[in-house]
């Protein structure tokens, strides 16, 4: 790789996805460098199918469309968290695994961030309300009109948030430590 390769700043097509079983949010962003433009973001609307397998049908659909609209390089999800009901968090794996399911079908690398990271990310507290992440938002993606639903601005969320960490992976357990810090990096030891 040349000089001029590694000071060409990166560009990248981001999918945020907040998962749902009722309205699922998704936000598409264009990054390049430290720069980000706002591309889509909106919701897909999922009361209206009765059966859960038909929600998953359209979850798939729906994503695979994005897909191939924007073809990211990324998709960003949010994790789910537990609540009090068992089954509503069956549920909300089920629509991001077919989320998931429909990037893995093109080979699009996945990362899963947890709710506070993002809002951490977004607002610098990881306590925000929706209000105050879709507020920020509005803020740095220059968004003239908040939509009524902010799942759209949760997955805007979720891709800015990538955006930021730069796809370093965000699960436990994974750090190699001082000794390959060191072995990666022998100028920096003294």
């Known amino acids: 790789m040349s000089n001029l390769d590694k ?10 996805i907040d998962p749902g079983t009722n309205i699922m949010g998704y936000g598409v962003i264009h990054t390049l460098g430290q720069k980000v433009t706002l591309l ?32 990211p390089d990324n998709v960003a999800l949010e994790a789910p968290f537990y609540g009090q009901n068992v089954q509503s968090m069956l549920k909300l794996g089920r629509a991001q695994g077919v989320a998931m399911a429909a990037a893995l079908a093109r ?15 977004v607002t610098g507290n990881g306590n925000a309300s929706k209000e105050q992440v879709a507020e920020m938002l509005k803020t740095l993606l220059q968004i003239k009109e908040l939509p009524k639903l902010l799942d759209a601005t949760d997955a805007l969320a979720v891709a800015l948030c990538h955006h930021y960490h730069d796809g370093r992976l965000q699960s436990k357990g994974n750090a190699k430590g001082w000794k390959s810090f060191l072995i990666d990096n022998p100028d920096r030891l003294i």
Do not use: M
């Not at 690398?109 to 990310?121: D, F, G, H, L, R």
């Open 7 to 16: 000071s060409k700043p990166k560009e990248k097509i981001i999918l945020g």
């Open 107 to 121: 080979e699009i690398p996945i990362t899963e961030y947890a709710p506070k990271k993002v809002k951490q990310s």
């Open 40 to 71: 889509q973001f909106g919701v897909i609307h999922l009361k209206k199918y009765t059966g859960h397998e038909l929600k998953l049908k359209k979850i798939f659909e729906r994503i695979s469309g994005l897909i191939e609209e924007f073809e």
